[in-house]
């Protein structure tokens, strides 16, 4: 600045000493501009009360064998259901190179709880909530979740077996608190 | 007059453009090019600066309103989550709630800056009467504003503000009941005035979209109040005012800053930290600082109706200023007495706010009389009265070769002419 | 620079002069209204545009609060989890929140029943509306103090002097039942007892427990509680002036260019 201001009697080079203060100038302008949207755009981002609301706790003694619930966890239905000897068998011995989305029923429960599946409830082509946590509900050829938008077809292990969904309903992050009493979040 | 032919731009899509739809011709022509009178001072920042506030307060206002619950169960609350929860919600909350002060100092020095340089003359009569509907608009838009946070000022200001209406014969009860929605200020009350807050904003932007354009019409005024003789008189917008403006800017925000981030308080009332309770009037009802000389005008009135068409009387009459003064002179620079009374009147209008913030009791009430009979002689009886009597001072010549500089200082009464002519000082 | 000499002038000249000597005086009269005893100061942590909270203090304070205040005076804005604010730990807040038991919905056959909090629960309240609070406390209503610090004029300060304003009422001021004197209420009589007193808590960390001392915390802790983003909002402000300080400068340098060439 002080630079700027001792040339302002010197004619020579004035437009570059111009052009330079002015690209200063604009520049920091700018970074202001860019400093004052970052927290009009952070205040969109989930605030501190949703992020607190980030666990649910389900009782699972109460839920027969071959039966589920849904729980809601961050506003979106998680399905947890228990898995009959044989679901988890036919889980279990699927070929991989059969699947649209490989992936092993062991990476989907938690050790010494396969009885277990707890799943987010969201189809993963486009959103919807398949059907199939109901006894009354249709489950599709295998076994497991049906989704009426599209027609997408889930087996027991919640592996994506028929389009168009792209991929396995996914896993949300959970623990086991004791035997009977999980912890989602 | 910069004329601009369309294939002067040098990008082509530019080119496309305007040819279809000549968007950069007008900023080029408005903005760019536009002639304007080289020897403003500071003061002519104030009308970009001020559109800058309106534009921060619309921005923080639309986040706010992502966030705010206008809902007389849930307003308090929605507000203490914007506080706590909501990413950077304190900061845009802050900016919103300063902003509203910040932007009245804007427009009331501008509205000094008209005044003082008698920007309100003709040709320019239609430009100040824009101005003066917004100020309108911005006191509509602030009031309301100020009743969302459901704080025990909100409900209390609302609840006296409308029930001035009830002062006008045969009419005012219902429309009181009809601004209320109900018998008191509640839930569907707060409820217009959130729908309302966020309209009345893009009114006012339209209306200074007015502004602007009548204000292209004429040109700008200047401190000497003399119109540009030629081009020798004038420069173009930008660079020199765009540069300049944004000076001013920096330094407000500066001011801005200071208050957000370090008095973020400064200007709000402890009794709207307290939810509203219809059942407990507050010990003392204030409005914001920048309503309180119309708040003391209305109590400076024995009367309730009187108090009231006084009130908004005070801001009615400024639609009529440019026909008030009868002196064909524009700068206070060349109107001695004007000057003296203009100065004044700010004296007057803050002792006025000052009367506003206190109890009406005592002395009060009587500086409270006095401030507000001068305020209606100054716009009624002086300047129609000075407007004859007063001999201005000799003007110069034109804006770049002034022949006779302004004398400075005291004196008060007409001076001869023949002061030594002196160099005009740059803006 | 030219503005301002012009103004001074102005403010020089003869009239002005004369109002200004004719109003100063009034306002001298007028400030005479009003006679309440002036706030004893404290030299707050938090003052100034660097004070941060004095972590210890407040949450000296936070037990304070939860041992004695509580009982009486909800603080319904906020968490538990925020008290990770004042320097507590994610373990800390879980037991905390666990000491309380809140509404948790209904069980399988549609009774209300209670679970022990969690960090994401408000601070718990002590009354279930304003009914049962004031039945509880002689017909008066303690106010929420999330916000308290700011709901009162004089601040921090005040609520410093209320809490230590406590005395015996001068020699022939008759108090309604119940009530106490309190030099700094307006009126002076108010529904609250003293709350505090000398060693009314024990502290942990050892600090002496006087009546001042227990004020003071307590008070960091409702400036904190009322003002959570206090320290971020002051830290971002300094980086924020001393940025338009620097634009402020670019931009005047570049309109000295700019207008170097105009006369």
């Known amino acids: 600045m002080a630079e700027a201001l001792s040339t302002s009697t010197v004619p020579h080079g004035e437009t570059t000493k111009r052009d330079f203060l002015a690209l200063v100038t604009g520049a920091s302008a700018l970074v202001g501009l860019g400093a004052i949207a970052w927290p009009l755009i952070d205040s969109m981002n989930p605030s501190k009360d949703v992020l607190a609301l980030g666990s649910v706790e389900v009782n699972l003694a109460p839920i027969p064998e071959g039966q589920g619930i849904t729980v809601m966890w961050r506003g979106k239905p998680v399905f947890v259901r228990h898995r009959t000897a044989k679901e988890i068998k036919e889980a279990e011995d699927v070929q991989l190179n059969q699947l649209i989305d490989p992936q092993p029923d062991s990476d989907r429960v938690k050790p010494g709880h396969a009885q277990w599946i707890v799943l987010i409830g969201i189809c993963t082509h486009l959103g919807c909530v398949p059907l199939g946590n109901k006894p009354t509900d249709p489950r599709g050829n295998w076994g497991g979740w049906f989704c009426p938008c599209h027609g997408s077809q889930y087996d027991t292990s919640g592996r994506v077996r028929h389009g168009p969904a792209p991929a396995n309903l996914a896993i949300p992050p959970y623990t086991f608190l004791d035997n009977t009493k999980i912890k989602i979040g | 007059m910069v004329g601009l032919h369309k294939g002067e731009f040098q990008n082509s899509l530019v080119r496309w453009i305007d040819a279809r739809l000549p968007v950069f011709t007008l900023m080029q022509k408005e903005y760019s090019a536009f002639p304007t009178p080289k020897n403003f001072n500071y003061f002519w920042n104030f009308g970009a600066i001020a559109t800058v506030a309106l534009l921060i307060m619309i921005l923080t206002g639309i986040f706010l309103a992502m966030n705010y619950v206008p809902n007389s169960a849930l307003a308090f609350e929605s507000v203490q989550r914007i506080m706590r929860d909501v990413n950077y919600g304190w900061l845009i909350r802050y900016v919103h709630m300063n902003g509203a002060s910040m932007f009245f100092i804007a427009v009331y020095i501008h509205i000094f800056r008209g005044i003082y340089y008698g920007s309100y003359k003709t040709p320019r009569e239609l430009l100040w009467m824009l101005g003066v509907l917004i100020l309108f608009l911005m006191m509509a838009t602030a009031f309301m504003g100020y009743v969302l946070p459901w704080g025990q000022m909100s409900y209390w200001g609302a609840t006296v503000i409308t029930n001035l209406f009830s002062a006008f014969p045969l009419v005012g009860k219902a429309i009181v009941t009809w601004l209320w929605g109900g018998f008191s200020v509640d839930n569907p009350t707060l409820n217009r005035f959130f729908s309302l807050h966020y309209l009345l904003p893009f009114i006012i932007v339209a209306v200074v979209g007015l502004h602007v354009a009548a204000l292209h019409v004429s040109g700008s005024n200047n401190p000497l109040g003399i119109d540009p003789k030629g081009p020798q008189d004038t420069v173009p917008f930008h660079p020199y005012y765009t540069i300049k403006d944004s000076v001013g800017l920096c330094v407000f925000l500066i001011v801005f800053a200071i208050f957000v981030f370090f008095a973020p308080n400064f200007f709000s009332n402890p009794d709207n930290s307290i939810p509203a309770n219809p059942m407990m009037t507050p010990p003392e009802i204030v409005p914001e600082w920048y309503l309180l000389p119309y708040y003391a005008i209305l109590r400076s009135v024995p009367n309730k109706l009187g108090g009231v068409l006084m009130m908004f009387g005070s801001i009615f009459i400024l639609f009529f200023l440019p026909w008030l003064d009868t002196s064909p002179v524009r700068s206070a620079k060349f109107r001695p007495i004007f000057r003296q009374l203009v100065w004044l009147l700010v004296i007057d209008v803050l002792v006025l706010g000052e009367v506003g913030a206190h109890r009406p009791e005592g002395l009060w009430i009587i500086a409270g009389r006095v401030a507000t009979a001068y305020y209606f002689l100054f716009f009624l009886v002086l300047l129609p009265i000075i407007g004859k009597l007063e001999r201005p001072l000799p003007l110069p010549e034109s804006i770049s070769r002034p022949v006779l500089g302004p004398r400075s200082g005291g004196g008060g009464g007409p001076v001869a002419g023949g002061a030594p002519a002196k160099p005009m000082e740059k803006a | ?263």
């Open chain 3, 1 to 263: 620079m030219r503005p301002m000499n012009k103004l001074v002038r102005l403010m020089r000249s003869s009239v002005l002069a004369g109002i200004f000597s004719a109003v100063l005086p009034f306002a001298s009269v007028f400030a005479q209204g009003t006679e309440e005893p002036s706030l004893p100061h404290i030299n707050w942590s938090f003052e100034g545009p660097f004070g941060t909270y004095d972590l210890a203090a407040a949450q000296r304070g936070f037990q304070i609060y939860k041992d004695i205040c509580a009982n009486c005076h909800s603080m319904n804005y906020l968490h538990y989890r925020d008290l990770s604010g004042i320097g507590l730990n994610e373990d800390q807040i879980k037991a905390i929140a666990a000491s309380v038991e809140v509404p948790g919905g209904v069980n399988d056959s549609g009774q209300p029943i209670t679970r022990p909090g969690r960090p994401a629960d408000t601070f718990k309240a002590p009354f279930p509306n304003e009914q049962a609070a004031r039945a509880a406390n002689n017909g008066a209503y303690p106010p929420d103090q999330s916000i308290l610090v700011l709901a009162r004029k004089g601040g921090a300060d005040y609520i410093y002097a209320i809490l230590t304003g406590y005395s015996e009422p001068p020699a022939g001021m008759k108090l309604q039942p119940g009530m106490s004197y309190n030099k700094y209420f307006p009126g002076h009589q108010i529904a609250m007892p003293q709350p505090l007193q000398d060693g009314s808590v024990q502290y942990a960390d050892g600090t002496k427990p006087t009546l001042e001392q227990e004020a003071k915390d307590v008070v960091t802790f409702l400036a904190w509680a009322a003002e959570p983003e206090m320290v971020q909002r002051k830290q971002t402000g300094v980086r924020v002036v001393l940025f338009l300080l620097m634009l402020t400068g670019l931009t005047y340098a570049l309109k000295r260019r700019v207008w170097a060439d105009v006369h």
